[in-house]
């Protein structure tokens, strides 16, 4: 594999990671000072690998008969939603 894109695809996933819910989560339960950070290093690492794995292999599967401008255009539809329903929850 080329390291370029292999650079690249690393430093947009790192960029895109930086501050989600997941890396709030687990700063959350890092805080528990009975945790063990080895574990939840371990636990959250392993999760995110499992769910990386799954992204590939459904992405994969999707684009055969899906073009990825629907593929992007129903991911940013998605953001949207969810952005909204998030600021719609915020009212109450």
Same mark, same amino acid.
């Given at each position: 594999?080329?390291?370029? !894109?292999?650079?690249?695809?690393? *430093?947009?996933?790192?960029?895109?990671? +930086?501050?989600?819910? /997941?890396? &709030? #989560?687990?700063?959350?339960?890092?805080?528990?000072?009975? !945790?063990?950070?080895?574990?939840? *290093?371990?636990?959250?690492?392993?999760? +995110?690998?499992?769910? /990386?794995? &799954? #992204?590939?292999?459904?992405?994969?599967?999707?684009?055969?008969?899906?073009?990825?401008?629907?593929?992007?255009?129903?991911?940013?539809?998605?953001?949207?939603?969810?952005?909204?329903?998030?600021?719609?929850?915020?009212?109450?």
């Amino acid at each position: 594999m080329a390291y370029k !894109m292999l650079a690249g695809v690393f *430093f947009a996933i790192f960029l895109a990671e +930086l501050g989600d819910k /997941t890396q &709030m #989560a687990t700063l959350l339960l890092a805080s528990d000072r009975e !945790m063990s950070k080895v574990g939840l *290093f371990l636990a959250a690492s392993s999760a +995110l690998v499992l769910t /990386t794995l &799954m #992204a590939v292999v459904i992405g994969s599967q999707v684009s055969r008969w899906v073009s990825p401008q629907v593929i992007k255009l129903i991911a940013g539809m998605g953001f949207i939603a969810i952005g909204i329903w998030i600021l719609w929850g915020m009212r109450a």
